[in-house]
C-alpha cells in the first residue's frame, strides 16, 4: 500500500473509520459468543483459501457465505464482527493496511446485508420448517446486496490506485464473476439451516472447499494450456527475429473482431489461441526459406503455401483448440479464391480464418521489417478498405476498423537487432498479402 495516491488513502480511511464505528457500537451490546466464535472461525478459514477463477485477476473469497449465514443466525451488528474477522486471514505477506481494509469491507457488507434482510421481512435466529420459506426472499436480497456492496468496494480501490483498470475493465467478465458471488452466497442459507443440528453447518462448508479445489484444477489446467502455447509462439518468434510480438497482437486484433460481432465467449476464447498459433507452422519451413532475401523458386514458394496445413498437423492433437484449427489451417485464403493452401473463396472459407487473416495482416503493414519501414495506420486501414472482398471479408475489415476506433492499437516499438552473427530477413513478406511473393527461375539461390 505504499505510495497510495491521496485519494485512495482517503478512501481506505474513509472504509476503515466507518467499520471502525459499526464494530464499536456491536461490542457495546451483549454478544452470542459460541456462535460468534464458530462463525469468526469458520470465517477466517474460508477466507484464508480463496478461489481462483478462470477469469483474469478474479478471486473469490469463500468466506461471504458464512458472513451471510451470520446475517441470518445472529443479525446484522453481530455479523459485522464476524465481517471483520477477515483482519487475521492466515494468509502471510499481507500488510496491516490490506488487512484492516479487507476487514472494514466485510464487515461493512455484513452489517448492510443484514439490515436488508430485517427490512424484508427475515427474522434473525435458527430457522426451522415454518420460518426457512419465509427465508429465502430476504436472504436473496441480502446476498445481491453482499455481492453488490463488496464488488463496488473492491472496484473502487483498484480504480483508485490502478487508473489502467478503467480502460481494462470488461463487462462479461465482471458478470461472470457477479454470477459466481452470488452462487457462493447462497451456500450460506444452508450453512444458517443445518445450525441446529451439531457440527452439521461445519460440514456444510465442505462443498465450498470442494469447490476451491475445482476452480484450481481448472485454473491449472487453463495455466498449461497458456504455456503450451507460449512455448509454439516463442519457438515460431525464435525463427524469424523481426516478427517478435506479432502473434500477440494478431491474437489481440482476432479477439477485437469476435467481441465486435458479438462472438460467444468461449468462441472468443478460441479464436485468441487460433491467433496465437496461426503460423505455427513456419516451424516446418526451412529458415533460409524464412529468411531468403530476393526472390523465392518456386520450391520455395511452396514450401511457404504449406505452412498452414504444417501448423495444422502440429496442433490437431491440442485438443482444447477446436474450431482454432480452421483459422490456423485457412487463415492465407482469399474471398476471390487465390488464396492458399486450399484456394477457398467467400462463406466457404470459416469464419475464424477471415476474422485471423484482417488482424494478421493490419499488424503486417504497421509493423517495421528490416527491409522496410512499417506503414501508418491511415495507410493500413485505406489497404484494408480496397482489399475488401477481394483478399477480405468486408463485414469483419468493418467489424475490425469499429473495434480499432474504440480500443486502438498497440504499434510495436523497433526491434533492435540481436547480439552475435544476424542473418538476413527476407525481402518477402509471407504475412502480408497485399505485397505479392516474388518466383523466380530455379537458378536464383540465396
Known amino acids: ?73 445472529v443479525g446484522p451488528e453481530v455479523a459485522a464482527l ?47 420448517a415454518t420460518t426457512f420459506p419465509s427465508t429465502i426472499g430476504p436472504y436473496i436480497a441480502a446476498v445481491v446486496t453482499y455481492v453488490t456492496l463488496n464488488l463496488v468496494l473492491m472496484g473502487c480501490i483498484l480504480v483508485l490506485t490502478q487508473p489502467a483498470v478503467r480502460g481494462d475493465l470488461r463487462w462479461r467478465e465482471v458478470g461472470q464473476l457477479t454470477v459466481s458471488c452470488l452462487g457462493f452466497g447462497m451456500v450460506g442459507l444452508l450453512i444458517a439451516g443445518l445450525w441446529r443440528v451439531p457440527y452439521s453447518a461445519v460440514l456444510a462448508v465442505l462443498p465450498l472447499f470442494i469447490t476451491r479445489w475445482a476452480f484450481a484444477q481448472t485454473r491449472a489446467q487453463q495455466q498449461a494450456y497458456e504455456a503450451t502455447i507460449a512455448t509454439l509462439c516463442q519457438a515460431v518468434e525464435t525463427k524469424d527475429f523481426y516478427t517478435r510480438g506479432h502473434s500477440e497482437r494478431v491474437s489481440r486484433g482476432s479477439v477485437m473482431i469476435a467481441q465486435e460481432i458479438g462472438m460467444r465467449p468461449e468462441r472468443v476464447k478460441a479464436i485468441r ?15 533460409k526459406v524464412l529468411q531468403k532475401p530476393g526472390g523465392l523458386t518456386e520450391e520455395e514458394y511452396a514450401a511457404i503455401q504449406l505452412h498452414p496445413m504444417r501448423g495444422l498437423e502440429i496442433v490437431r492433437e491440442i485438443g482444447f483448440l477446436d474450431e482454432a484449427l480452421n483459422g490456423i489451417m485457412h487463415h492465407h485464403e482469399r474471398m476471390d479464391g487465390r488464396g492458399y493452401p486450399m484456394g477457398l473463396a467467400g462463406d466457404e472459407i470459416p469464419e475464424f480464418a477471415r476474422i485471423i487473416a484482417v488482424a494478421d495482416t493490419f499488424d503486417c503493414m504497421t509493423s517495421d521489417r528490416s527491409y522496410r519501414g512499417r506503414r501508418t495506420q491511415e495507410e493500413a486501414i485505406a489497404e484494408l478498405r480496397q482489399s475488401c472482398g477481394t483478399h477480405f471479408d468486408p463485414e469483419v475489415v468493418e467489424a475490425f476498423l469499429r473495434a480499432l476506433e474504440r480500443d486502438g492499437w498497440v504499434t510495436p516499438e523497433r526491434v533492435p537487432l540481436p547480439d552475435g552473427d544476424v542473418v538476413e530477413t527476407t525481402e518477402q513478406d509471407h504475412d502480408d498479402p497485399t505485397t505479392p511473393l516474388k518466383i523466380v527461375g530455379d537458378g536464383a539461390r540465396p
Open 1 to 73: 500500500m505504499r505510495g497510495l495516491p491521496l485519494a485512495a488513502w482517503a478512501y481506505v480511511c474513509g472504509v476503515i473509520v466507518s467499520a471502525g464505528v459499526i464494530v464499536a457500537t456491536a461490542f457495546s451490546s451483549s454478544l452470542p459468543w459460541l456462535k460468534l466464535a464458530v462463525l469468526a472461525a469458520l470465517f477466517v478459514a474460508c477466507e484464508s483459501a480463496p478461489a481462483l477463477l478462470n477469469i483474469q485477476r478474479a478471486v473469490v473469497s469463500l468466506s461471504f457465505s458464512v458472513g451471510l449465514a451470520s446475517v441470518v443466525l
Open 82 to 128: 464476524v465481517g471483520a474477522s477477515a483482519m487475521i486471514s492466515l494468509h502471510r505477506g499481507i500488510s496491516p493496511v490490506k488487512r484492516l481494509y479487507n476487514g472494514a469491507q466485510h464487515t461493512l457488507c455484513c452489517y448492510l446485508a443484514g439490515h436488508v434482510y430485517q427490512s424484508f421481512g427475515g427474522k434473525v435466529g435458527l430457522p426451522d
Open 273 to 287: 489461441y487460433a491467433g496465437m498459433l496461426h503460423d505455427v507452422g513456419k516451424l516446418g519451413v526451412p529458415t
